[in-house]
């Protein structure tokens, strides 16, 4: 018995956990597939949010539901949108490092309304996708402490 009251461990807990140890694998497109695909893509990949790269595979655009959902009322031409024109752009993108805390995570989703973020490594020359973390990562987190600590 560590000697400490539950809620202390608890916070402790809390405050130690890592995107690393949570993030989920990432799913990205290419800048120039049509809103159509993008679609079919997060249909079959079954996630909720889809990020875009250009040709050397960096960062460049966010896809959530409802952009695409927004493109698709009235349109009925999808497949000849390609998402770049459609999708949140670099520099407006909200990204952490797999080092960051999962509170720190929590805190920008909450603060941005968005549903989740992509984790990055910086290169030099831009921002490359390693991972994704979710609104459900921070969920199966949340879950764990219950766990840990035998609430
Ligand atoms: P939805 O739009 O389906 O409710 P979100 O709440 O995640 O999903 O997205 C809201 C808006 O914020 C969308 O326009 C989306 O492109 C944008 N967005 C989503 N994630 C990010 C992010 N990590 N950084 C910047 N913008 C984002």
Do not use: W
């Not at 679609?39 to 409802?66: A, N």
């Amino acid at each position: 018995y560590s000697g400490k009251k539950p809620v202390q461990s608890v916070a402790d807990s809390m405050t130690g956990m890592k995107v690393r140890d949570f993030q989920s694998i990432p799913v990205v497109v290419a800048e120039n597939i049509s809103v159509y695909d993008a679609i079919c893509h997060m249909f079959l990949e079954d996630v909720g949010t889809l990020f875009v790269v250009d040709s050397s595979s960096l960062l460049t655009g966010v896809l959530s539901r409802k952009d695409l959902l927004r493109t698709s009322l009235g349109n009925n031409e999808l497949d000849k949108i390609p998402v770049h024109v459609i999708m949140t752009r670099m520099p407006n993108i909200t990204y952490c490092d797999k080092q960051d805390t999962l509170l720190h995570v929590a805190k920008k989703m909450i603060d941005k309304q968005i549903d989740s973020l992509p984790v990055v490594t910086d290169n030099g020359v831009g921002l490359e996708v390693v991972g994704r973390i979710t609104k459900t990562n921070i969920t199966a987190a949340f879950l764990s402490l219950a766990d840990d600590h035998e609430l």
